[in-house]
């Protein structure tokens, strides 16, 4: 088993910052590739950045590329979020998961769940 819990969501007003992470403990945490996952009130669950467990490769959904950065510190067995220029539709709530070994980027993939944390952007 491997428990993950976020932390660092909140209030911003759009173009503000917040940076997200995501503890992990239980298994080793170098055997899995991390990922960012949103939802908003009445939409699926949707892909947002993802890295793989060495921290080397990273994805990124269109909506985000530029403006999120997804990294790890496997010392520390986390996982960030760096989320810049927010905007009104960047609000939802904000899980991390873990799946074995290679990134995904379809939700159903991952093996673990956090609870989420919520991020409000306000216009």
Not at 6 to 19: D, F, H, N, Y
Not at 48 to 60: E, K, L
């Amino acid at each position: 088993q491997v428990q993950l819990v976020e932390s660092g969501g909140g209030l911003v007003q759009a173009g503000g910052s917040l940076r997200l992470s995501c503890a992990a403990s239980g298994r080793t945490f170098t055997d899995y590739a991390m990922g960012w996952f949103r939802q908003a009130p009445g939409k699926e669950r949707e892909f947002v950045a993802a890295i793989s467990w060495g921290g080397t490769s990273t994805r990124y959904a269109d909506s985000v590329k530029g403006r999120f950065t997804i990294s790890r510190d496997n010392a520390k067995n986390t996982v960030y979020l760096q989320m810049n220029s927010l905007k009104p539709e960047d609000t939802a709530k904000y899980y991390c998961a873990a799946v074995r070994n290679f990134i995904v980027t379809i939700s159903t993939r991952y093996d673990y769940w956090g609870q989420g944390t919520q991020v409000t952007v306000s216009s």
